[in-house]
């Protein structure tokens, strides 16, 4: 008899065990702060805070292990992800910025970041970078019904809440992933199957050297802790599109943000371009990398790269 109730209590308890591990995870809570802005949001589109609790449960899991989370997306609609956990930022990257009294080494960003798809949506694709008060990711509906949904912060200080807007939608904030249209990510998206043998191989890593001017670090409230992690953000989004696409990951192995005066006058990205190009050279001829870019917050450029620099 003790046996038996013993061999039950343990199924119960497995049983609960396994539900919890396959529970999807409510990485949101809804905000109840709305920030003023410039124009209204969107009908429908949830404001939302990342869950503090969820964010460390998260945050323990391994690079590389899988999970299933929750997506709000349309009033009270969700999705269901099933994504990975990735990184853009190791232990042989470098972060500095740059100061009037020097370079000073930039904390490695405190996040965590998924991608995957959207259960049961064939063609589906879902980014998201979250951070302790701060969330940017994308989630792209399947083939058959195409629709597209930009996580985006609504302020520039943390924490700070987050909307989940239609792509179509005219609130673009200066938060947007790298302004990234529907059409760049979804023509040419290979098959379920293509997807299967990119991740079963291996893949090529690009080293991505980075650099934000002044501009930049001011339009992120002069808070080194959100330009970095927007940098990262950004450089994440655009690796898991390259691991899907091409079997290529991107990887920051230096970042640098300019506080004080940058040595990129320029107010075009023409200008900008060759200045970056041009103390590229003169300076940073010993830095290891792929490819350099300038993340530039000069008149909404947003960011230039040269090879070979």
Known sequence: MQRTLLYALTGVLLHVMLGAQHRPVDVFSV????????RPLPAEAPVLRVSERQFEELHRLPIGSRTRITLPIKGSMS????????AVIDEQSVLRAMTSSGPVTIPAPRSVLLKGTVDGNPGSFVTLALYPGLALGRIVLGDEVHEEYIITPLTSTMPAPVAVVPSTSLLRSDYGLCAVTDDDVVHGRPSVKGAEQT?????RRVTLALEGDTPYYLDHGSDLTVATAYAEAVIAASSAIYERDVSASLYIGQLVIWTTTDPYPGTNSTNLLTQFR????ANNAGVGRSV????SGQNGIGGVAYLNT
Do not use: H, K, N
Request: aromatic share 10%; net charge negative.
């Open 31 to 38: 905000s109840p702060d709305l920030p003023v802005l410039e």
């Open 79 to 86: 999705v269901i992800a099933d994504v990975q956990r990735y």
């Open 278 to 281: 041009d103390y590229w050279r």
């Open 292 to 295: 350099a870019m300038l993340l």
């Open 199 to 203: 991740q079963a191989g291996t893949l």
